[in-house]
């Protein structure tokens, strides 16, 4: 069992930066690959990033592509996702997510575990 928790999530103009955080239970953390979501109002939950176990392999969505950068640190369990550059459209609950059937997931149902979500607003 793993158990998941976000954090980091907040309100912020457009162009601003936040770093969200999660931090995940259970000592077989560096068994699993990681990943974030987002659900947009009146949108379906959409993939934002993965790392695999190592954090040597990431993959990150077109849409926020050279904005967005995941990282973990398997000695505190966490993993990040820092967002730069954030738009109104990247207005969102932010989900992160544990898998340990691939080495670098990209669909829910991929992933195994997840966190309750963050919300991020980006509105002037």
């Known amino acids: 069992q793993v158990q998941l928790v976000e954090s980091g999530g907040g309100s912020v103009q457009p162009g601003g930066s936040l770093r969200l955080s999660c931090a995940a239970s259970?000592?077989?953390?560096?068994?699993?690959?990681m990943g974030w979501f987002r659900r947009a109002p009146g949108k379906e939950r959409e993939f934002v990033a993965a790392i695999s176990v190592s954090g040597g392999s990431t993959l990150v969505a077109n849409s926020v592509k050279e904005r967005f950068t995941i990282s973990r640190d398997n000695a505190k369990n966490t993993v990040n996702l820092l967002m730069s550059t954030l738009k109104p459209e990247d207005t969102a609950i932010y989900y992160c997510a544990a898998g340990l059937a691939l080495p670098l997931p990209t669909s829910e149902r991929q992933f195994d575990y997840w966190g309750q979500g963050t919300q991020v607003t980006v509105n002037s």
């Open positions: 259970g000592r077989i953390f560096n068994r699993y690959a």
